[in-house]
């Protein structure tokens, strides 16, 4: 088609296809059903006279290298591209998608200025924009992010980033982070981050109640065969089994009788 196609294979997990236009994505297990997709996915376009540029299709590969033909053109392989606003990546690191994420909203922040410097308006007012204004961007498909330690900081930091360019509290000034949230009355368990886990763990407990989804299966699966020497990368479920009072057992129990997990 005349936009992105992005084709997704991957070699060890179930198939899960999505089509969205102006952007089409195929997900399959191996090269040649990949490749099958493809050819009848050219096939349907040129019914209602459209084409597929090669030249702006991109595949991305997981556990495998192999070269995939469109019209027996080879398509450039990449290791993320963006789909539907959020960065998809083959090593399921978050971090690139959360960075320019939250850069997103800090210009959106900045934007606002004029805003946060009108003494007509209220704080409580300024921190109702604040949560539907900016917290809307930078929390936008957080659902799907995987948390390390240090996205945890960067989004802690760029919440008190916005509370002091809200409040017009400028670094030289030497307010500490504890004066900041107890001048917008706003605690930790109220913060951004709190929002988040609340998010993600509201989904989990959506695809806990669905044992036949394919997501299920994917996030709570093992795979097959040793591990990789050196320490394994934080998982999405990582993250719901650091956040739950009384562990996996407990949290998969209270998803099924729509229960809060934890928070």
């Known amino acids: 088609m005349r936009d992105q196609a992005a084709l997704l294979v991957e070699e060890q997990y179930g198939i899960f296809a999505m089509q969205m236009i102006p952007q089409t994505t195929l997900i399959a297990c191996t090269k040649a059903e990949l490749e099958k997709q493809a050819v009848e996915l050219e096939r349907c376009s040129h019914t209602f006279g459209l084409h597929i540029n090669a030249a702006k299709t991109h595949v991305m590969t997981h556990g ?10 080879p398509i450039k392989q990449v290791e993320r591209f963006k789909y539907l606003g959020s960065m998809v990546g083959c090593d399921a690191d978050s971090t690139p998608e959360i960075n320019p994420r939250l ?18 308006i209220s704080l409580k007012l ?8 900016v917290w809307s961007i930078a929390l936008y498909g957080a659902e799907s992010w995987t948390l390390k330690q240090s996205d945890i900081k960067k989004i802690e930091s760029f919440e008190l980033w916005v509370w002091r360019r809200m409040l017009q509290v400028s670094w030289k000034d030497r307010k500490t982070n504890a004066w900041i949230r107890q001048k917008v009355g706003i605690t930790e368990k109220q913060g951004l981050l709190s ?7 509201s989904l989990y407990g959506h695809w806990k109640r669905r044992p ?4 299920q299966i994917t996030i709570e699966g093992e795979v097959e065969g040793k591990a990789r020497p050196g320490r394994r990368k934080t998982g999405w479920i ?26």
């Open 212 to 215: 036949d989804s394919i997501v």
């Open 126 to 133: 300024k921190k109702q924009l604040v949560r539907s204004l």
């Open 64 to 73: 495998s290298k192999e070269t995939i033909s469109l019209g027996g053109k």
């Open 238 to 263: 990582d993250n719901i089994r650091m956040w739950t009072n009384g562990g996996m057992a407990v949290a998969r129990e209270k998803a099924r009788k729509r229960m809060p997990t934890v928070l």
């Open 103 to 120: 850069a997103i909203a800090r210009d959106a922040t900045s934007q606002l200025l004029g805003l946060w410097k009108a003494k007509a």
């Open 195 to 201: 929002q988040l886990k609340k998010r993600k763990i």
